[in-house]
């Protein structure tokens, strides 16, 4: 079994900066890829964001130039480091690991971007 704990989500005001963290616990050794999905009341869960074992990594155009995913491996963490956070940046963020139809989902963080 896995387990996925998001961490770090808050409010910021525009233009502003959070470190995101999920912490994957269990049996970790096959999760690959992991990745940050978002979602706001209404619509539909899009990605954000991807990065694989080896350190590949794979973003969504709104987030390009503003967003940096990274992995620890030694800790089973993945980050996602937000700058130059914009209000559409609002919704809750999910941790993914292995994939969206066979992987796992943590229960989701709130980041808020606004005045």
């Known amino acids: 079994q896995v387990q996925l704990v998001e961490s770090g989500g808050g409010l910021v005001q525009p233009g502003g900066s959070l470190r995101l963290s999920c912490a994957a616990s269990g049996s970790t050794l096959s999760i690959n890829p992991m990745g940050w999905y978002r979602q706001v009341p209404g619509k539909e869960r899009e990605f954000v964001a991807a990065i694989t074992r080896r350190g590949s990594t794979g973003y969504a155009d709104s987030v390009k130039g503003r967003f940096t995913i990274s992995r620890d491996n030694t800790n089973n963490t993945v980050y996602l480091q937000m700058n130059s956070l914009k209000p559409e940046d609002t919704a809750v963020y999910y941790c993914?690991?292995?994939?969206?139809?066979?992987?796992?989902w943590g229960q989701g963080t709130q980041v808020t971007v606004s005045l």
């Open positions: 993914n690991g292995g994939g969206t139809f066979s992987g796992y």
